[in-house]
């Protein structure tokens, strides 16, 4: 049977890709990032699940105003890196799994979560980036990769609540995969942030900090965050944070922090990546 | 129009589907720099390319003077207004600064941000600015 093994929340921030694109992680401005990730990379170098579902958003690369989804899932056998205004990064194409896929959409749907599919999805920084953060830079991606592509951008955003049901039935869903696989999650995005508007640059360190810690001891209390609470506290683009709740959700109720880096700032961001295990 | 309890978080566009309405056709625009072939053709003719959107002429301007915090109040939204920072070959630091009020250089924006970012005390409310 597939076997859920761990899940991580990081920031997706494009600047991290790039830096790395453009070899400056030695300057002084991302040396302490990049320092963060050396414990990060060295746990997923011993823990490389087979197939990896990347909760994600896309930023007007792939979707875009004339058709949008809430939910979508990737069933496609490959992904490319997608050209979002300067060209697509020269990072590996990111391989998928149709089997497990389908598998999640079919349960899903009877399990009442309506989900859309692609299978021809350019995938922006928003999944690349978590990729190059666990990975740095192989010649292909270790493990395979579901694309779950979450609307963090159009209001209404899914609710918090949402996102971790949506988690909780993806974990059901996993447990009656029958193949003998492992799996990982990830949420990503945030973790405080706003990019647009006079307020540009906000960043709420004791939210984040409270995020976190209810994500590994409290984590329906993340559920109860309304929209504006995002908007008000965490900036209008922190939530993407509600991608976090779907990773939390597929896990066990009881979890054991690993690792946690929390950094500001990276562009207009604050950082933050967890690693949480089973117990 | 509907008010959202949001609307009283100051310095704060957020996407809903007033701004889709009123952003439709501008975002649209943003959006097509994604392809290769349509950031020459704007490149070659800024003007004659934003000609054939259905935009008004006030969202055209405003993308000609790099005026980003009028996209936002005519609709844009930052995910795309991106598009044309990356199109001008800047980072996004400099349309961050642009937009804040008072507007920040490129160096002003990094350096708040590395100083911890702009604090959320007194950013939480219009009642509080």
Known sequence: MARLIAGMGTSHVPGVGAAMDNGKTHEDYWVELFKGFEPLRAWHAENVPDVTIVVFNDHATSMTLNHYSTFMMGVADRFRPADEGWGPRKVPVVEGHPELAWHLVENLILDEFDMAVTADFDVDHGLTVPLSIAYDQPAAWPTKVIPLCVNVIQYPQPTALRCFKLGQAIRRAIDSFEEDITVGIWGTGGLSHQLGGERAGVVNPDFDRNFLDNLVHDPMANTRLTHTDFIREAGAEGIEMIMWNVMRGALDEQVREVYRLYHIPVSATAYGAIILENE | ?129
Do not use: W
């Open chain 2, 1 to 129: 129009m509907t008010s959202r309890d949001y609307d009283d978080v100051p310095g704060t566009y957020v996407f809903d589907s007033r701004n889709y309405r009123k952003g439709y056709h501008l975002n649209m625009f943003c959006m097509s720099l994604n392809k290769a072939e349509c950031r020459e053709e704007f490149a070659r003719d800024e003007k004659a390319y934003l000609e054939t959107f259905p935009m008004t002429a006030e969202q055209r301007q405003a993308v000609l003077d790099r005026d980003y915090i009028r996209l936002l109040q005519l609709g844009a939204n930052v995910y795309y207004t991106f598009k044309i920072v990356s199109h001008d070959r800047q980072p996004p630091q400099v349309m961050y600064g642009k937009m804040s009020s008072p507007p920040m250089s490129f160096d002003e924006f990094q350096q708040m941000m590395i100083n911890g970012g702009r604090p959320i005390d007194g950013n939480r409310s219009k009642k509080e600015s």
